[in-house]
């Protein structure tokens, strides 16, 4: 009988956590081919040669436009997720609150004070 | 008192979500400048032009190996998070099990039989 296993593992969220080449595409997945020993990928993500990448949560923390755009542009046609921040005016907050928004159309909707740093999403 | 509220949205995952452009960068934040109509934007992620971009989870399933390495190189000045599949030999797995994985370096981790669809981290 075949006990192979696999283990899904999310990483931290790590700013500049480079030093890793992929291999792959298509069907086949992509797949971590070399990690530097020291790099970022091996101390801070403990990132493995033959490991699959099965997807990539980026934040647009402090990012540049072109950076964004390029990414988003490269990703447009493969299955990708959003966290978006919306205001709800303060008239509109008090009156109605987060009903304003159509909870049904999203997965997961937190509500908070703007003054409040909304973290649950990032993460 | 200010009582402006703001939500933190999660969509679905969804293939192929074009039609939205955004603006901003920089300390700014990215945000969606403007929403086709009746585009899959507007659909099937119920965008809305003004929405902060806070972050994208990016799969790739099927993903050309050209549009991965960018997508890669263009985030990698930033915040990431990976979401990586790794393989445990099955001698090591039956002597050993997910403790051969140090689950202290993780923010998590789950484990399946290879023959399972591990879709835990997907979404």
Chains 1, 2 share one sequence.
Do not use: W
Request: net charge neutral; charged share 25%; hydrophobic share 40%.
């Amino acid at each position: 009988m075949e006990t192979d296993m696999e283990v899904i593992l999310k990483t931290e969220a790590e700013v500049g956590a480079g030093g890793f080449s992929v291999k792959g595409g298509e069907n086949k997945g992509i797949f971590i081919k070399n990690v530097q020993k020291e790099s970022p990928a091996a101390k801070l993500l403990s990132m493995r040669e033959g490991d699959q990448l099965i997807s990539a949560t980026v934040y647009f923390d402090n990012m540049k436009f072109e950076d964004a755009l390029k990414i988003l542009q490269y990703s447009e046609p493969y299955k990708i997720q959003y966290c978006l921040k919306r205001k709800i005016p303060s008239a509109a907050a008090a009156a109605i609150g987060p009903e304003q928004v159509d909870i049904k159309e999203f997965k997961s909707i937190v509500v908070g004070l703007l003054s409040r740093k909304s973290i649950q999403c990032l993460h």
